[in-house]
C-alpha cells in the first residue's frame, strides 16, 4: 500500500478488502450470542487464514481459534497464538512428527484423531517425546468425510483411553453437508438429527471420563441451531466473520432476519481493463483471484445495479451490463463479495483494511497456502 | 523438505511435483517443433508462475517469456529475466506507474494496449519519465475478452504511432476459446478462421511501419496448427510444459499422437487421511490445493487403477474405489495429473523436483499470487 493511498477505489487491483466496522460487528454478534447460549466460541481460523483477525477475536471472547491443518496452526503460534483445536485427523508419521514438534512451543494444542492408526502413530510420536497431549474423538455426523462412525466411536474412544500419552478430552462432531440447507426448517431437522449419535456418544464418555468436557461442533450455516444441543459445549463457526454470497443466498429465504445477523465484510475489487465489445465489460480479477466455487460473486453499489460477474479465464473476468445501462469506462473499479470466501482468501496475501471508504491498514493473510 | 527426504512418497502432502525428466523433453521437442516451423517460442509464464522454469525455458532456446500481469513481469524481473512480453492490457494508473518504474530495470519490456485510455495513461507516464517503450496492439482473435476489433485495429494502430513514447512492433492475438475443441480438424478450421483477420491487419502494419516485426499468438491447444500461418512469428504456448488432464483429454482423440508430444510432468500428491466408509476414503487435498476448474484430476500409477477423485470440501478429496478393490489404507499416497493446471500452481509456494522416485531440488512458485 503507497503511503497516499486513502481511499480503497484508489488501490491497485484485484485485491481483497475487509470493512472493519462490519467485521467487528460480525465478531460482536456472533459472541454474544454465544455467551447468551452458554456456549464457548471457537471459531475457525481456516475461513479467513490470518493471526490477525484469529487475535480479535480472541479479543472478543473466543476460548481458541480451529485450524484445518497443522500447517495453519504452525502459523497460529509463530504468531503468537497457542489456543487451537486441528480439526482435522492427524494420520501420518510426516504431519504427526510437526504436530508433536509444535507440542513443545504450544502445550495446548488439542489434536483429532479417527482411526487406530493415527491414534498409534500419535501415541507412539509423544512417548519417544516423553510427553502427552489433549486429543478429541472425531465422530462422524453424517457428512462421512471423516471421523468414526458412531457405532464405532466407543470402542475407538476406549483404545485412546488405553494409550498413555494421549488425553482424551471429548469429541468433534462436523455436519458440513447441512450448512447450506436453503429451508431453516429442514436445515434445522437434519442438524439436529445428525448431532444426536454425537450427543449419545459425548453422554456416555462425559458421565466415563473426567476429562472428557469438549464436544466441539458447528457451523456458520447451524451455529444457532446446534446451541439449542446442550450437549454442545462449543461452536466452530468459520465464514460468519467475512461472509459470502453463498451463506447471504440462505439469507434471502424464510430465515432472512437471522442471517441479517452477520453482514459481508469482505469484498473484492477488481477494475475494467478492457471495454471494446456490446453489453459487457472484461476486468481484471479471474480464477486465480476469485475462486470459482458456489454461485457466481455478487457486485455491490448502486452505480453498478443489475450488472452481472462471471469468469472470463485464469485472469479475467466478464462483467455484463442490462441493456438500459452504459458499459462501465476502463478503470472503473467495482467492489464485489465473493461466493464462497474460504478459498478465494486463500488466494491472497493480504487483506486491506477499510472504515467508511478509508483505507486504515493491512492485515497479512498469513495463513494463506498452509494446507499440509 | 528434509534434507533426508529422497523418495517423493516420503514428502509431506499435498504437494507439487515436477519430473524433470519430463519436463526437460517437453521444453526440448516445442522448442525443436518452433525451431523447424522457423517460428519464435515465447512461452507463458502464467502457466508455471516460477522464473527458475521461465530461466530453463530460455536456455532451451525460448527468444522470452509471456507474464500475464504486470505483477508476475515484476517477480520474473527480481529473478534476473527481462525479456518479457506482459499479455494483458495495462489500462490503469495503477498499472502504468508500476509499468513504467519496471522499465528502468528492464528496458526490453514489451507491454500491450487495446484502448485510447490505455495509449494515453501510458504515453504520458513515459513521457513523465523522458524514456519511451515497446507495445503491441492487441487484436482480439473472437474471444472477445481484451483486444481491439478486427475493424478498429488499424485506427488504434495509427493513434499508437502518433504517440510520441510508445513504439508500436506489432501485434498480439490470442483464441483462447478455440484451446479446448475436441475434434482436431475442428479446432484447426475454427483458430485458423480466428487469426484471419489478425493477420490481415498485421500484414498492412509490416508494410507501412518499419518497427511492426512481432505478431505474437497461439497456445498449447493449436500452437502446431497456427505455426502454418505464415504472418505468426511468435508463439506462445504455456501449458504444454506442465500438461494437465483437461489438454491430455484433447489428446484422447484423432490427434492423439500429437499430444503424445507432451507428457504430464506435473504431478499433486495427497494422502489418505481417513478411511472409516464403504467404497471410498478421504484424502487431504481438496478446493485449496486442487482448484476445482475443468474436469476431474487424474490418479495414476497402476496401484490405483479405476480409481476416482472428487471434491470433498476446502481441504479435502473423496476417492472412490472400484468394487472389486480394497480401499487403500490410511497413509497411502496417491499422484495425480491435475485438470486445470495454472490455478492449481497458484495455490502452492514450491515445485519439489524430482527425476524417477528420488526428490533431487525445490523451486519456489515465485510469481504465485501475482495477481495484479
Same mark, same amino acid.
Given at each position: 500500500?503507497?503511503?497516499?493511498?486513502?481511499?480503497? %477505489? #484508489?488501490?491497485?487491483?484485484?485485491?481483497l478488502?475487509l470493512?472493519?466496522?462490519?467485521?467487528?460487528?460480525?465478531?460482536? @454478534?456472533?459472541?454474544?450470542?454465544?455467551?447468551?447460549?452458554?456456549? @464457548?466460541?471457537r471459531p475457525h481460523a481456516k475461513t479467513h487464514k490470518c493471526s490477525a483477525l484469529a487475535q480479535r477475536q480472541m479479543?472478543?471472547?473466543?476460548?481458541g481459534v480451529c485450524a484445518a491443518k497443522v500447517s495453519e496452526a504452525e502459523a497460529l503460534v509463530k504468531a503468537g497464538i497457542d489456543k487451537i483445536l486441528i480439526t482435522g485427523?492427524?494420520?501420518?508419521?510426516?504431519? =504427526?512428527?510437526r504436530?508433536?514438534?509444535l507440542?513443545?512451543?504450544a502445550?495446548?494444542l488439542?489434536?483429532? =484423531?479417527?482411526?487406530?492408526?493415527?491414534?498409534?502413530?500419535?501415541?507412539?510420536?509423544?512417548?519417544?517425546?516423553?510427553?502427552?497431549?489433549?486429543?478429541?474423538?472425531?465422530?462422524?455426523?453424517?457428512?462421512?468425510?471423516?471421523?468414526?462412525?458412531?457405532?464405532?466411536?466407543?470402542?475407538?474412544?476406549?483404545?485412546?483411553?488405553?494409550?498413555?500419552?494421549?488425553?482424551?478430552?471429548?469429541? *468433534?462432531?462436523?455436519?458440513?453437508?447441512?450448512?447450506?440447507?436453503?429451508?431453516?426448517?429442514?436445515?434445522?431437522?437434519?442438524? %439436529?438429527?445428525?448431532?444426536?449419535?454425537?450427543?449419545?456418544?459425548?453422554?456416555?464418555?462425559?458421565?466415563?471420563?473426567?476429562?472428557?468436557?469438549?464436544?466441539?461442533?458447528?457451523?456458520?450455516?447451524?451455529?444457532?441451531?446446534?446451541?439449542?444441543?446442550?450437549?454442545?459445549?462449543?461452536?466452530?463457526?468459520g465464514s460468519?466473520v467475512c461472509?459470502?454470497?453463498?451463506?447471504?443466498?440462505?439469507?434471502?429465504? #424464510?430465515?432472512?432476519?437471522?442471517?441479517?445477523?452477520?453482514?459481508?465484510?469482505l469484498?473484492?475489487?477488481?477494475? =475494467?481493463?478492457?471495454?471494446? *465489445?456490446?453489453?459487457?465489460?472484461?476486468?481484471?480479477?479471474?480464477?486465480?483471484?476469485?475462486y470459482?466455487?458456489?454461485?457466481?460473486?455478487?457486485?455491490?453499489?448502486? #452505480?453498478?445495479?443489475?450488472?452481472?460477474?462471471?469468469?472470463?479465464?485464469?485472469?479475467?473476468?466478464?462483467?455484463?451490463?442490462?441493456?438500459?445501462?452504459?458499459?462501465?469506462?476502463?478503470?472503473?473499479?467495482?467492489?464485489?463479495?465473493?461466493?464462497?470466501c474460504d478459498p478465494t482468501i486463500n488466494l491472497f496475501d493480504q487483506y486491506?483494511?477499510?472504515?467508511?471508504?478509508?483505507?486504515?491498514?493491512v492485515w497479512p493473510i498469513d495463513l494463506r497456502g498452509c494446507s499440509q
Amino acid at each position: 500500500m503507497s503511503a497516499l493511498t486513502k481511499n480503497k %477505489l #484508489e488501490l491497485d487491483t484485484p485485491c481483497l478488502v475487509l470493512d472493519l466496522d462490519i467485521l467487528e460487528q460480525n465478531l460482536r @454478534k456472533v459472541q454474544a450470542f454465544a455467551d447468551r447460549a452458554g456456549k @464457548k466460541l471457537r471459531p475457525h481460523a481456516k475461513t479467513h487464514k490470518c493471526s490477525a483477525l484469529a487475535q480479535r477475536q480472541m479479543e472478543a471472547g473466543a476460548c481458541g481459534v480451529c485450524a484445518a491443518k497443522v500447517s495453519e496452526a504452525e502459523a497460529l503460534v509463530k504468531a503468537g497464538i497457542d489456543k487451537i483445536l486441528i480439526t482435522g485427523p492427524v494420520a501420518t508419521p510426516q504431519k =504427526v512428527k510437526r504436530l508433536v514438534d509444535l507440542l513443545a512451543t504450544a502445550p495446548s494444542l488439542i489434536a483429532v =484423531v479417527d482411526c487406530k492408526e493415527g491414534i498409534e502413530l500419535l501415541d507412539a510420536a509423544l512417548h519417544a517425546k516423553k510427553t502427552t497431549m489433549n486429543v478429541l474423538l472425531d465422530v462422524d455426523a453424517g457428512l462421512h468425510r471423516t471421523g468414526a462412525t458412531p457405532a464405532d466411536a466407543l470402542g475407538l474412544a476406549e483404545y485412546i483411553r488405553s494409550r498413555p500419552a494421549l488425553r482424551l478430552c471429548g469429541i *468433534q462432531a462436523y455436519a458440513g453437508q447441512v450448512q447450506h440447507i436453503r429451508s431453516y426448517d429442514e436445515r434445522k431437522a437434519t442438524s %439436529l438429527k445428525c448431532l444426536q449419535e454425537a450427543a449419545a456418544v459425548f453422554r456416555e464418555l462425559r458421565a466415563a471420563v473426567e476429562t472428557c468436557t469438549i464436544f466441539s461442533s458447528s457451523g456458520t450455516g447451524t451455529f444457532d441451531i446446534d446451541a439449542a444441543i446442550p450437549e454442545v459445549t462449543e461452536l466452530q463457526p468459520g465464514s460468519y466473520v467475512c461472509m459470502d454470497a453463498d451463506y447471504l443466498a440462505i439469507g434471502s429465504a #424464510e430465515d432472512a432476519a437471522r442471517f441479517a445477523m452477520f453482514a459481508p465484510a469482505l469484498r473484492l475489487l477488481t477494475t =475494467v481493463v478492457s471495454n471494446n *465489445q456490446k453489453g459487457f465489460v472484461t476486468v481484471d480479477a479471474g480464477l486465480k483471484s476469485l475462486y470459482k466455487d458456489g454461485g457466481v460473486p455478487q457486485i455491490i453499489g448502486p #452505480e453498478h445495479s443489475g450488472m452481472v460477474y462471471d469468469w472470463f479465464g485464469d485472469e479475467y473476468g466478464k462483467v455484463t451490463c442490462p441493456g438500459h445501462r452504459k458499459a462501465p469506462p476502463v478503470g472503473t473499479v467495482m467492489e464485489l463479495v465473493t461466493s464462497h470466501c474460504d478459498p478465494t482468501i486463500n488466494l491472497f496475501d493480504q487483506y486491506y483494511l477499510t472504515r467508511n471508504t478509508d483505507v486504515v491498514g493491512v492485515w497479512p493473510i498469513d495463513l494463506r497456502g498452509c494446507s499440509q
